[in-house]
């Protein structure tokens, strides 16, 4: 079945990090690589704890865990089958200082996405 990776990627040089994902479809193999979302070195930027869904119709949902200026918060986005991602929604943010962890994201047949956080 289809199904789509993600990783974060850091420049060396700059210190910019990114979240990147890519979607493999059987029979068309892997597709182009895709930007989630971005910081700059400036933010001190990470991402970590990302969970993916991919619906039936190819409309595909991310949330992830992005940190910027030493705080972390919770972000989703989504993305139709041959489109772009939409631009990252702020969730849950780190307002009491506490920390994100094991989320979860399920998509149902019709594009659904539901996301669980601790």
């Known amino acids: 079945g289809a199904f789509i990776a993600a990783w974060v990627d850091v420049d060396l040089t700059t210190g910019d990090s990114a979240l ?4 493999y479809s059987p029979g068309a193999g892997w597709g ?3 930007l989630v979302a971005s910081w700059t070195n400036a933010d001190d930027p ?6 993916i869904g991919l619906a039936p119709s190819g409309t595909a949902a991310i949330v992830f865990i992005g940190r910027a200026n030493l705080r972390d918060s ?3 986005s989504h993305q139709v089958a041959g489109g772009a991602w939409a631009a990252p929604t702020l969730l849950e943010d780190d307002d009491i200082g506490s920390t994100f962890s094991r ?3 399920v998509m149902d047949d019709n594009g659904v996405a539901t ?4």
């Open 46 to 51: 990470t991402f970590h704890g990302f969970s």
């Open 20 to 23: 990147l994902t890519r979607r």
């Open 32 to 34: 182009t690589t895709d």
């Open 74 to 76: 919770l972000y989703g």
């Open 115 to 118: 996301a669980v956080w601790g």
């Open 103 to 105: 989320m979860a994201l």
